[in-house]
C-alpha cells in the first residue's frame, strides 16, 4: 500500500490518567482525535501537556482508563520535539536514518522536502536552529508514522522561521495526510496550523474549538482573531487557578 493511499488512523482516550506515585498529571482524560485530524493543545504549565504526548506516543501507559487506535487495530507514532536532539556525530544522513539502515533514498528524498538536497553529510553543528529542526522533521516523517506528535518543535526559533517552518509542515501533510497532536503555548500557532484546538487544564479539556478557515490561513483573520482572544481569556483564567491552586498547597 503506498503512502498516499495508507488508512488513516486516529485515536480515543476513555478514562485515561498518568500518576507519578501519589501525584496525577492527568485523570479521567476522555477524547477522540478522528483519523486525519490536525489537533493542538494548549495549557498552562504543570497540566500534563508533554505527559500526554507521551501517552500517545506509546512511551508511557495509562495507570487508568484506555488509549486506542481509531480506524486500526493498532498504531506508530513518533515524536518531534523542542530540541532537535540530532547526534553531533552523525551527518544529517546519518540522523535522519538513525536506527534504520535501508532507508537511505528514502531520507535523500526526505530531505529534499524539506528543503535540505545537498546537504545530507553536513554535521548538525554546520546547520542553524531552522535546519536542524527539518532534519529532526525528516527523522520523524521516514517511518511513515500513524500519529505524528510534535512537542512545541518551533518554540526556540526566530519568528520567520517559526513562519517557514508552519508552511513546511502545511506543505508536507498536504501531501501525506495523517494525524497530527501538536502542543504549543503558543495560541497563534495552534489556530494557524490545526483543525481543532483544546485546552487542557487541570480540570481537564475545558475549551474544544474547531477551526473552519481552510488553509494556508491569514494571519489577522478576523475570525481567526475571535478565536484567538476566546482561546487566551480561557487560557489565563486557567493559569489563574493553577497559580492559586499551587499557592493554597503551599500554605
Do not use: C
Request: hydrophobic letters at 40%; proline letters at 4%; zero cysteines.
Amino acid at each position: 500500500m503506498s503512502e498516499r493511499t495508507k488508512q488513516r488512523v486516529g485515536l480515543t482516550l476513555r478514562g485515561a490518567g498518568i500518576r507519578y506515585r501519589d501525584n496525577w498529571v492527568l485523570r479521567d482524560l476522555d477524547l477522540t482525535v478522528e483519523p486525519g485530524q490536525f489537533v493542538a493543545v494548549v495549557g498552562p504549565s504543570g497540566v500534563g501537556k508533554s505527559s500526554l504526548l507521551r501517552l500517545l506516543a506509546q512511551l508511557e501507559a495509562p495507570t487508568e482508563g484506555t488509549v486506542t487506535p481509531v480506524g486500526a487495530s493498532s498504531y506508530s507514532a513518533r515524536m518531534m520535539f523542542q530540541e532537535d536532539r540530532l547526534l553531533p556525530w552523525k551527518s544529517v544522513l546519518g540522523n535522519v536514518t538513525l536506527a534504520t539502515r535501508r532507508r537511505e533514498d528514502a531520507a535523500r528524498r526526505l530531505l529534499d522536502r524539506v528543503g535540505l538536497a545537498g546537504r545530507e553529510k553536513d554535521w548538525p553543528a554546520e546547520l542553524s536552529g531552522g535546519q536542524r529542526q527539518r532534519v529532526a522533521l525528516a527523522r520523524a516523517l521516514l517511518h511513515h508514522p500513524d500519529i505524528l506528535l510534535l512537542d512545541e518543535p518551533f518554540g526556540a526559533l526566530d519568528a520567520i522561521t517559526r513562519v517557514n517552518m508552519h508552511g513546511l509542515v502545511e506543505s508536507l501533510l498536504a501531501q501525506d495526510p495523517r494525524t497530527v497532536v501538536l502542543v504549543t503555548h503558543d495560541v497563534e500557532e495552534a489556530l494557524m496550523l490545526a483543525d481543532r484546538v483544546l485546552l487542557l487544564t487541570a480540570e481537564g479539556i475545558t475549551t474544544d474549538l474547531t477551526v473552519e478557515q481552510p488553509r494556508p490561513r491569514r494571519r489577522g483573520d478576523a475570525q481567526l482573531a475571535d478565536l484567538e482572544q476566546r482561546l487566551l481569556d480561557d487560557l489565563l483564567a486557567a493559569d489563574r487557578s493553577v497559580r492559586q491552586s499551587r499557592k493554597g498547597s503551599t500554605v
